[in-house]
């Protein structure tokens, strides 16, 4: 199986969208949107097949007027809040004919029943439809990833400190939000499976993860679906929460990895970034964030070119994606025939805009390059951002701390962080802010696994907390990052109780990260203590797990799980004390899933690609996750306060 097979399963769910997008207005959740915006070829697609427009849903007043037909594509099931905003379209009275297209069954029955629903919304005469559609919404970022923006919140719950042993933990113990999560996991994989004709095996390593592979392993349609299919894959699950550390750090040389972190997200996106289009203009402003001309973003869909240098973006170095930058400018522009002069030697920001210029006046130019335009004003925006001179910062400081767990207990190294929280007037442009601190702090807490804890750790973090804490309220103006997390919207009414309540509460969540390894055995450390010879080093979880699945002697492992559903299963353990039978292992098959719950970074699917290319040639890897993680974005999927909010309709 071929991986170009990822996008063109994603394009397949938008087949029965196209087919009734004629003279209709099509409205799109935030989560279907953004797998259009990758995998689906964008609003054009839909406005090529005969939209007269295409709308956010919940939708703004007055953008349904006179709408006889409409679309909707939602990504979940039809309750809560999208149940709401499809009724505000339905009820306006103008809609006649109304077709949604949805994921599995909704809550409220099949088909028939969703139609009846909806005629009643429309009131008298309406006819409506209700298509399932086949494969999920899935947003193809890479050849390699692919990422279900629906579920883009979901993270596994924290082991509190006398919570129950993963082995503990079915599905009926776990939250109601996160029970609904996982349901809509397991039956968007369902869906994607059957597109791909697989028969897979479930691997977990981790509390959710387990809960999630064996959903998938009972699930009654997968189960049918693996009698027949064709196609034999491992999917391995793995928890987030095991490895904060590869979500916060900074030792990815990725320039994707660079930019997703440092522009600013598109409104409504939770991956791809707005590029700033200004430079290709006449108009002359210096105002970053001047909003008259519309922003450029990474996903091209419908630009080989620009799609062939993402795929560079994501999968060199950064020195040689900026080389790779220059070599589609340089080729272009002479395509074009523009005067460009080549230079050899370092590719600097400042000649990549001068090469840029060369389109400016060029309507034809600008027209045939401007998805490649827009990657290589990302490239120069990002190069010349001040976070990104941080980045190098964060790196030798996360080195430092990787030195010095290994050497000092925990109260020592927080104390050595102290002098390093900098209020607002006291900071300088390379100081540390807020925010920064809990990427480092989730990144110690993370490492360092098991903690000694005690009079002097307590102690320890008190001072850092009522430091934080003073930082935090010296704000003249909070971040939408700390907004999230104290949960107020303004200095006025972050008072120092709620800044102490939430930094309290985020170091209530430190101690469980630290625990979060406890019960592994094998690997229970992503910390390497280093020696006279060498240095303290990260050890990736994910890449302990890839290596144990390639490992050629295949032992069995120890901590990645076969969830297996059904009675021979049972059976064969039964037998297995008097015969040998060979127990499923992940690295059986030709094709090897990963899913990380709750989300990957770009370093992290480009360090599962290479290992598996060396240690298992001729293996292919899809890496899947719930969301595209930057350090910022970890940490508000960590602390933000309203993570998992149940989808009611209030």
Request: with cysteine; charged share 20%.
């Amino acid at each position: 199986m071929a991986v170009p097979e990822l996008r063109r399963v994603c394009r397949q769910a938008w087949e029965p969208v196209i087919a009734r997008a004629r003279r209709a207005v099509v409205f799109l959740d935030a989560a279907s949107a953004e797998a259009l915006h990758w995998g689906g070829g964008g609003a054009g697609e839909l406005l090529a097949a005969g939209a007269l427009a295409v709308r956010a849903l919940p939708a703004e007043a007055g953008e349904v007027a006179g709408a006889a037909r409409v679309v909707f594509v939602v990504s979940g099931a039809l309750r809560g809040g999208t149940a709401s905003a499809v009724r505000g379209v339905l009820g306006q009275g103008a809609v006649r004919h109304c077709v949604l297209v949805s994921g599995g069954e909704a809550e409220g029955g099949g088909p028939a029943e969703l139609e009846e629903t909806l005629r009643r919304w429309m009131g008298e005469g309406g006819s409506a439809e209700v298509v399932l559609r086949g494969p999920p919404l899935l947003a193809p970022v890479s050849a390699e990833l692919g990422l279900l923006p629906a579920l883009a919140t979901l993270l596994p719950p924290l082991p509190g400190p006398a919570g129950p042993g993963p082995a503990e933990i079915g599905l009926g113990a776990l939250p109601a939000e996160l029970r609904a999560a996982v349901r809509a996991l397991v039956g968007d994989l369902d869906a994607l499976f059957t597109a791909l004709g697989l028969r897979e095996e479930s691997f977990a390593v981790g509390a959710l993860s387990r809960v999630v592979a064996a959903e998938l392993a009972s699930y009654a349609p997968a189960r049918n679906r693996r009698r027949t299919a064709t196609n034999k894959a491992s999917v391995v699950f793995l928890d987030r929460t095991l490895d904060l550390a590869g979500a916060v750090g900074h030792h990815g040389d990725n320039l994707a990895e660079k930019i997703l972190s440092v522009l600013p997200k598109l409104p409504g996106h939770k991956t791809d970034v707005m590029v700033n289009m200004v430079e290709l203009t006449a108009l002359q402003t210096t105002d970053e964030t001047c909003s008259i001309i519309a922003p450029g973003c990474l996903a091209q869909p419908n630009d080989p070119a620009a799609k062939a240098l993402w795929e560079s973006f994501m999968n060199l170095k950064q020195k040689e994606a900026v080389m790779e930058a220059r070599r589609h400018l340089v080729e272009a522009a002479s395509r074009e025939n523009l005067p460009i002069k080549m230079s050899m030697g370092r590719v600097t920001p400042e000649q990549l805009s001068s090469y840029i210029q060369l389109f400016r006046n060029n309507l034809k130019a600008l027209e045939n390059h401007c998805g490649l335009l827009q990657l290589v004003l990302a490239t120069v925006q990002t190069l010349k951002h001040p976070q990104t001179s941080k980045w190098d910062n964060f790196l030798a400081f996360e080195r430092l701390l990787l030195q010095t767990i290994g050497e000092l207990e925990m109260p020592s190294v927080l104390n050595q962080l102290l002098p390093m929280i900098k209020s607002y007037n006291e900071r300088t442009k390379d100081d540390y802010t807020c925010e920064d601190f809990l990427v480092l702090l989730v990144y110690m807490y993370s490492v360092v696994g098991e903690i000694k804890s005690g009079k002097e750790l307590d102690a320890a973090e008190e001072e850092v907390k009522k430091a934080l804490v003073k930082a935090i309220c010296d704000e003249p103006e909070p971040s939408p990052l700390l907004q999230k997390i104290t949960g107020c919207d303004s200095s006025l009414n972050l008072t120092s109780q709620k800044a102490t309540d939430a930094v309290d509460d985020i170091f209530q969540s430190l101690r469980d990260i630290a625990r979060a390894r406890m019960h592994m055995k094998q690997f229970n450390s992503i910390h390497n203590p280093g020696s006279n010879t060498h240095q303290a080093s990260y050890k990736p979880l994910l890449k302990q797990v890839v290596e144990e699945i390639c490992n050629p002697d295949r032992p069995d492992p120890v901590d990645i799980e076969h969830m297996s559903s059904g009675l021979t299963d049972l059976l064969k353990t039964g037998f297995s004390m008097f015969m040998k039978v060979n127990r499923p292992h992940p690295g059986d098959h030709p094709l090897l899933i990963i899913f990380m719950v709750g989300g990957v970074t770009v370093s992290e699917v480009k360090m599962v690609k290479d290992l598996v290319a060396t240690r298992k040639p001729g293996t292919q890897v899809i890496v899947l996750s719930s969301a595209l993680l930057t350090p910022h974005s970890a940490i508000e999927l960590l602390f933000a306060t309203d993570r998992l909010q149940p989808d009611t309709d209030i």
